[in-house]
């Protein structure tokens, strides 16, 4: 079966990086748009950024701004977030989510979700 496990999460202080990864298997990577959401305590899940599966990617401009960055590895069938210039509200936990083809400006329609990895950020 289709499975997507996150990990890199963890305790950073304002001003630093981390890099998550979310490794799939089950799936031919090759065929799905993948996608970061996160969900802090409280709020809703929001739309961090997808990637197409040429590699195109799209961030949510509210908060992204130049500071996240989305990849893929094909070899792998692994997808990446890179987040530096982390501040305490990005602290959420963080999910990848893949459907089978599909556009990454629609966020909605993910088949495929992991369990999501803990991100915090201190002040």
């Known amino acids: 079966q289709v499975q997507l496990v996150e990990s890199g999460g963890g305790l950073v202080q304002a001003g630093g990086s981390l890099r998550l990864s979310c490794a799939t298997s089950?799936?031919?990577?090759?065929?799905?748009?993948m996608a970061w959401f996160r969900q802090a305590l409280g709020k809703e899940r929001e739309f961090v950024g997808g990637i197409s599966r040429s590699g195109v990617s799209t961030y949510n401009t509210d908060f992204v701004k130049g500071r996240f960055s989305i990849s893929r590895d094909g070899a792998k069938s692994t997808l990446y977030l890179q987040m530096n210039s982390l501040k305490p509200e990005d602290t959420a936990v963080y999910y990848c989510?893949?459907?089978?083809?599909?556009?990454?400006?629609?966020?909605?329609?993910?088949?495929?979700w992991g369990q999501g990895t803990q991100v915090t950020v201190s002040s």
């Open positions: 989510a893949a459907k089978k083809y599909g556009s990454t400006l629609i966020t909605t329609d993910y088949d495929y």
């Open positions: 089950g799936l031919t990577f090759s065929y799905y748009t």
